[in-house]
Nanobody
Framework: QVQLVESGGGLVQPGESLRLSCAAS????????MGWYRQAPGNQRDLVAT???????TYGDSVKGRFTISRDYAKNTVYLQMNSLKPEDTAVYYC?????????????WGQGTLVTVSS
């Protein structure tokens, strides 16, 4: 079974930086792609960044050039470095992992960490 735990959220002012971490505790299934999504009040959950096992990355248009995803495969941990934060980045950020059960691919989700950007 897989559990994802996010950390690093908080309150910051516009222009500041924040680093999120997500650790996966996995003893049964293989982990493939890992990434971050976010959801602001009243909105859908949107892609922030993902990285597969080959190191290929995908970023949402609104964060390109400001956010960087990285991954420590040995620790089953994914990070999100967020620079030049804007009020529009305010949201609950969710960690996601693609899991192979041996039969099929499934998505596991963390409980989320709140990032608030405000002056």
């Amino acid at each position: 079974q897989v559990q994802l735990v996010e950390s690093g959220g908080g309150l910051v002012q516009p222009g500041e930086s924040l680093r999120l971490s997500c650790a996966a505790s996995e003893t049964t299934f293989s982990l493939y792609a890992m990434g971050w999504y976010r959801q602001a009040p009243g909105n859908q959950r949107d892609l922030v960044a993902t990285m597969n096992t080959a190191g290929s990355t995908t970023y949402g248009d609104s964060v390109k050039g400001r956010f960087t995803i990285s991954r420590d495969y040995a620790k089953n941990t994914v990070y999100l470095q967020m620079n030049s934060l804007k009020p529009e980045d305010t949201a609950v950020y969710y960690c996601e992992a693609q899991i192979y059960t041996g039969t099929e691919y499934l998505d596991a989700w963390g409980q989320g960490t709140l990032v608030t950007v405000s002056s």
